[in-house]
């Protein structure tokens, strides 16, 4: 149990465009869920928390017009990469919450590796 | 300012033998401690955990041990195998969203 899926596992776009990650939670409720980036040896930076039916709270220095996360459903939340750039080519991440565990209790989605050409 | 640091990048251990990885933390509020393994390109893989109220725990070739006083934490994989190979992170937290440490990069040799 407690599978997570991201789509799509890779994506190369052009610089301008916008691209939508999804995470779903697959056998359980997911009332919070992460997103994380990772750079090439660096490690696994929070984004953004969101919770399932409201706005969410992005780390700071995290730009919440440029990576906008919908949460609409106890199972699927979105990042859309909104005008992107090369520097945003990077190793994005989502992760899951259930209902009532505690805040450490989180399932990892495969990750997607983002290419802004 | 690094929550989390995991010192060592990279680590070179020998098939059979022990692998020692080393995690520090500065938060004193962080309270429950995890050790994911990592390949590339994938997400990572909960390995083993301990909460602040134990000084060690194990499963299976896997042992975790913290040192409150010092905010250290290490994991002990005994006996090394070659597929154990891969980053692994050490992330901490207090009732937050998981911080993690820069990961080291296990390479056991057969």
């Known amino acids: 149990g407690a599978v997570v899926s991201q789509h799509p596992s890779w994506v190369i776009c052009k610089s301008g465009t916008s691209v939508k990650i999804e995470c779903r939670s697959l056998?359980?409720?997911?009332?919070?869920m992460f997103w994380y980036r990772q750079f090439p040896k660096q490690s696994l930076m929070l984004m953004a928390t969101s919770n399932e039916g409201s706005k969410a709270t992005y780390e700071q220095g995290v730009e919440k017009d440029k990576f906008l996360i919908n949460h609409a459903s106890l199972t699927l939340s979105t990042l859309t990469v909104t005008s992107a750039h090369p520097e945003d080519s990077s190793f994005y991440i989502c992760?899951?919450?259930?209902?009532?565990?505690?805040?450490?209790?989180?399932?990892f989605g495969p990750g997607t590796r983002l290419t802004v050409t | 300012d690094q929550q989390v640091k995991q010192n060592s990048p990279s680590l070179s251990v020998q098939e059979g033998r022990i692998s020692i990885l080393n995690c520090d933390y500065t938060n004193s509020m962080f309270d429950y401690f995890l050790w994911y393994k990592k390949y590339p390109a994938e997400g990572p893989t909960f390995l083993i955990s301990i909460s602040s109220i134990k000084d060690k725990n194990e499963d299976g070739r896997f042992t975790v041990f913290l040192n409150k006083s010092a905010k250290h934490l290490s994991l002990h994989i005994v006996p090394s195998q070659p597929g154990d190979s891969a980053v692994y992170f050490c992330a901490a937290s207090g009732n937050t969203p998981l911080v993690f440490g820069k990961g080291t990069r296990l390479s056991v040799i057969a």
């Open positions: 992760s899951a919450r259930d209902l009532g565990r505690a805040f450490y209790e989180q399932y």
């Open positions: 056998d359980f409720q997911a009332t919070t």
